[in-house]
C-alpha cells in the first residue's frame, strides 16, 4: 500500500505483498497484445485475485469491500486496465451468479477464461433498442481487456442484459491510454444467434452500479499512488544546484500536495460503510462480496462521489508528477506519462459524467433520461 493509505490488518497486507511481488515478476507495460493481457488475467485468478471480492456461494473469493478495494488499487498502480476488467468481472458475478442459466459463464469470469465488459444502459453510450423482442444498435466504447467479450447491460430499475460475443462485431477504438484494455465499440449483428439474447428481472442494479463505482475509485487512487510515488523518488533521485530537488521548497510544496490529493482518493475509495463499522463493507446475506452499505439516493450519491473525486484526482496528480519530471516526464523512459494517459482513459471507461447525470435525477425523484426526452 502506498504510505497515503489507510492501516491494513495482516491479510490486506500480506495481499499487498503478493500483488506487489507479482507485478514485480511481470514486469511489462501492456498494450493490446491479447494473449499477454490474457495471460495476466488468468494467473491472477490462479491466485485467486480476479474476483476475490465475489460472493462464495457464486464460486467467488468472498472477501469485503475494504480487501476488494485494496486488490484492485494495487491493480490500479500497474495495470489499470486489468484493475478496471476485475472491477467488471465482480459486477458481472454479482448480477448473473444467482441464476442458473449462467452457471458456465460465472464459473468462466472467474477463471478469466471469459470477459464480461459491463455498462449501464441509460449512457448516452448505448445506443440499443428493444422491437419485436429483438435487441439491435451499438454500443459506442466498451473496456474489456479481451477480444470477444460477453456485454452485460444494466437496465432501469431492477433488469438487465446479457449478450453474448457471437451476436456482436466489434471494432476497435484508438484512446490515451489504458493499454491492454482492448478498447473498442459493438454492434449488434443483423441476424442475432438464437440464445445470444438474455434478458433478466429482479437484478440489484443499484448494487452493481456501486460495485463498479467502488471498483474504478480504487484503481484511480491506485493510479495516483503510483504518480505520487514516482514524482518523490525521482525528486530525490535528480540533483540540481548541487542538492537533490527535494531541497527546493516550491518541489517540497508540489510533492506534498500530489500526497494529500492522493490521501484523500484513497480514503474515499477505501472509506468503511456507516452500516458495518469493521472497514469490509456489509457482509449482509451475501456471503461476502462486500458490495453492502448504505443503498438508495445517499449510497448513490456517495460512491458517485468516490469514484468522481478518484478519476479527477488521479488525472492531477499524474500531471503534477510529471511536471515534476521536467522534460523527462514526456518521456516513454518513465512511467508518469503513461499514468496521466491511464487516468484521462479511466475516467472515460468509467464514463462519471453519464452516472452524474442518472444520480442528479434520481436525487430529485426522477427515473433515468429517455431518449425522447434528451432529442
Same mark, same amino acid.
Given at each position: 500500500?502506498?504510505?497515503?493509505?489507510?492501516?491494513?490488518?495482516?491479510?490486506?497486507?500480506?495481499?499487498?505483498?503478493?500483488?506487489?511481488?507479482?507485478?514485480?515478476?511481470?514486469?511489462?507495460?501492456?498494450?493490446?497484445?491479447?494473449?499477454?493481457?490474457?495471460?495476466?488475467?488468468?494467473?491472477?485468478?490462479?491466485?485467486? *485475485?480476479?474476483?476475490? #471480492?465475489? +460472493?462464495? $456461494?457464486?464460486?467467488?473469493?468472498? !472477501?469485503?469491500?475494504? &480487501?476488494? =478495494? @485494496? /486488490?484492485?488499487?494495487?491493480?490500479?498502480?500497474?495495470?489499470?486496465?486489468?484493475?478496471?476488467?476485475?472491477?467488471?468481472?465482480?459486477?458481472? *458475478?454479482?448480477?448473473? #451468479?444467482? +441464476?442458473? $442459466?449462467?452457471?458456465?459463464?460465472? !464459473?468462466?469470469?472467474? &477463471?478469466? =477464461? @471469459? /470477459?464480461?465488459?459491463?455498462?449501464?444502459?441509460?449512457?448516452?453510450?448505448?445506443?440499443?433498442?428493444?422491437?419485436?423482442?429483438?435487441?439491435?444498435?451499438?454500443?459506442?466504447?466498451? +473496456?474489456?481487456?479481451?477480444?470477444?467479450?460477453?456485454?452485460?447491460?444494466?437496465?432501469?430499475?431492477?433488469?438487465?442484459?446479457?449478450?453474448?460475443?457471437?451476436?456482436?462485431?466489434?471494432?476497435?477504438?484508438?484512446?490515451?491510454?489504458?493499454?491492454?484494455?482492448?478498447?473498442?465499440?459493438?454492434?449488434?449483428?443483423?441476424?442475432?444467434?438464437?440464445?445470444?439474447?438474455?434478458?433478466?428481472?429482479?437484478?440489484?442494479?443499484?448494487?452493481?452500479?456501486?460495485?463498479?463505482?467502488?471498483?474504478?475509485?480504487?484503481?484511480?487512487?491506485?493510479?495516483?499512488?503510483?504518480?505520487?510515488?514516482?514524482?518523490?523518488?525521482?525528486?530525490?533521485?535528480?540533483?540540481?544546484?548541487?542538492?537533490?530537488?527535494?531541497?527546493?521548497?516550491?518541489?517540497?510544496?508540489?510533492?506534498?500536495?500530489?500526497?494529500?490529493?492522493?490521501?484523500?482518493?484513497?480514503?474515499?475509495?477505501?472509506?468503511?460503510?456507516?452500516?458495518?463499522?469493521?472497514?469490509?463493507?456489509?457482509?449482509?446475506?451475501?456471503?461476502?462480496?462486500?458490495?453492502?452499505?448504505?443503498?438508495?439516493?445517499?449510497?448513490?450519491?456517495?460512491?458517485?462521489?468516490?469514484?468522481?473525486?478518484?478519476?479527477?484526482?488521479?488525472?492531477?496528480?499524474?500531471?503534477?508528477?510529471?511536471?515534476?519530471?521536467?522534460?523527462?516526464?514526456?518521456?516513454?523512459?518513465?512511467?508518469?506519462?503513461?499514468?496521466?494517459?491511464?487516468?484521462?482513459?479511466?475516467?472515460?471507461?468509467?464514463?462519471?459524467?453519464?452516472?452524474?447525470?442518472?444520480?442528479?435525477?434520481?436525487?430529485?425523484?426522477?427515473?433515468?433520461?429517455?431518449?425522447?426526452?434528451?432529442?
Amino acid at each position: 500500500m502506498s504510505r497515503f493509505g489507510p492501516a491494513l490488518d495482516e491479510e490486506q497486507r500480506d495481499l499487498v505483498a503478493m500483488l506487489d511481488a507479482f507485478v514485480a515478476d511481470h514486469d511489462v507495460v501492456l498494450s493490446d497484445d491479447a494473449d499477454v493481457v490474457g495471460g495476466l488475467a488468468t494467473e491472477l485468478a490462479e491466485l485467486g *485475485v480476479w474476483t476475490i #471480492g465475489t +460472493d462464495e $456461494r457464486h464460486g467467488g473469493g468472498g !472477501a469485503g469491500r475494504l &480487501t476488494t =478495494a @485494496v /486488490a484492485m488499487e494495487r491493480l490500479g498502480r500497474a495495470w489499470p486496465a486489468l484493475g478496471w476488467a476485475a472491477t467488471q468481472a465482480h459486477a458481472a *458475478v454479482d448480477v448473473l #451468479g444467482g +441464476d442458473d $442459466r449462467f452457471a458456465e459463464v460465472v !464459473a468462466a469470469v472467474h &477463471t478469466a =477464461a @471469459v /470477459a464480461i465488459a459491463v455498462v449501464d444502459a441509460t449512457s448516452p453510450q448505448v445506443r440499443l433498442d428493444w422491437s419485436a423482442d429483438a435487441l439491435s444498435g451499438s454500443v459506442d466504447r466498451i +473496456d474489456p481487456a479481451a477480444e470477444a467479450p460477453y456485454l452485460l447491460l444494466l437496465g432501469d430499475d431492477d433488469t438487465a442484459v446479457l449478450v453474448g460475443p457471437e451476436a456482436m462485431t466489434a471494432r476497435p477504438l484508438e484512446r490515451t491510454g489504458l493499454g491492454g484494455a482492448l478498447t473498442r465499440s459493438v454492434r449488434l449483428k443483423d441476424t442475432v444467434p438464437a440464445g445470444a439474447v438474455h434478458r433478466m428481472g429482479n437484478v440489484d442494479v443499484g448494487a452493481a452500479r456501486t460495485r463498479l463505482r467502488q471498483g474504478a475509485a480504487a484503481v484511480a487512487a491506485g493510479i495516483a499512488g503510483a504518480a505520487a510515488d514516482a514524482a518523490a523518488a525521482y525528486a530525490a533521485e535528480r540533483h540540481q544546484f548541487g542538492g537533490p530537488l527535494t531541497d527546493l521548497p516550491t518541489v517540497r510544496q508540489s510533492l506534498l500536495d500530489q500526497a494529500m490529493r492522493t490521501s484523500v482518493a484513497l480514503a474515499m475509495a477505501f472509506a468503511a460503510d456507516e452500516s458495518d463499522g469493521d472497514g469490509e463493507g456489509d457482509r449482509g446475506d451475501n456471503g461476502g462480496g462486500g458490495v453492502g452499505g448504505v443503498g438508495g439516493v445517499e449510497g448513490s450519491v456517495r460512491t458517485l462521489a468516490a469514484v468522481r473525486h478518484a478519476c479527477d484526482a488521479a488525472i492531477e496528480v499524474a500531471a503534477a508528477a510529471l511536471q515534476s519530471h521536467g522534460g523527462y516526464g514526456y518521456l516513454a523512459e518513465y512511467p508518469v506519462e503513461r499514468h496521466l494517459r491511464d487516468a484521462v482513459s479511466l475516467r472515460a471507461a468509467t464514463d462519471t459524467q453519464a452516472a452524474t447525470a442518472l444520480t442528479a435525477r434520481t436525487l430529485v425523484g426522477l427515473g433515468p433520461l429517455r431518449e425522447a426526452e434528451a432529442s
